[in-house]
């Protein structure tokens, strides 16, 4: 799920849609308006959930997708491989999710320690070990 804003609003930071991507914005540059053309604007942003830089440029009127993203809390129950089982602490449901990247993550991951995830378009990732 997104909303639709114009990219003249949005800002380092701050989460866009690439590509069908959901992209955090890393660099932001707005060139002023020409005397014949509008101002542009120079995103360049990562992917979310595979790290991949894209950028693009487009006038500061244009609309973009952003997403929309739900933190969640969850409990790790179990570690096997890459696979990480988790319960989610609002509605007890179970799923698994692949093994975070950052090394900083998964140096903290153990089963009965609490995470924040995100979930957004029908994907979800975690983003941090609570405590």
């Not at 707005?30 to 992917?47: E, M, T």
């Not at 799923?95 to 979800?124: A, C, H």
Request: net charge neutral; charged share 25%.
């Amino acid at each position: 799920m997104s909303k639709p804003v114009d990219l003249g609003s949005v800002k380092e930071g701050s989460y866009i849609i690439i590509e069908g991507e959901p992209s955090k914005i890393v660099e932001y540059d707005k060139s002023k308006p020409g005397k014949h053309g509008a101002a542009k604007a120079r995103v360049v942003a990562i992917g979310l959930f595979d790290g991949v830089k894209r950028s693009f440029v487009s006038p500061v009127s244009a609309n973009v997708e952003v997403p929309i993203i739900e933190k969640r809390s969850a409990q790790v129950i179990s570690i096997s491989g890459s696979t990480v089982q988790l319960m989610d602490l609002e509605t007890f449901e179970y799923f698994d999710l692949q093994m975070p990247t950052e090394q900083e993550i998964v140096s903290k991951l153990q089963p009965g320690v609490e995470v924040e995830y995100w979930r957004t378009m029908g994907r979800n990732k975690i983003m941090r070990v609570k405590g």
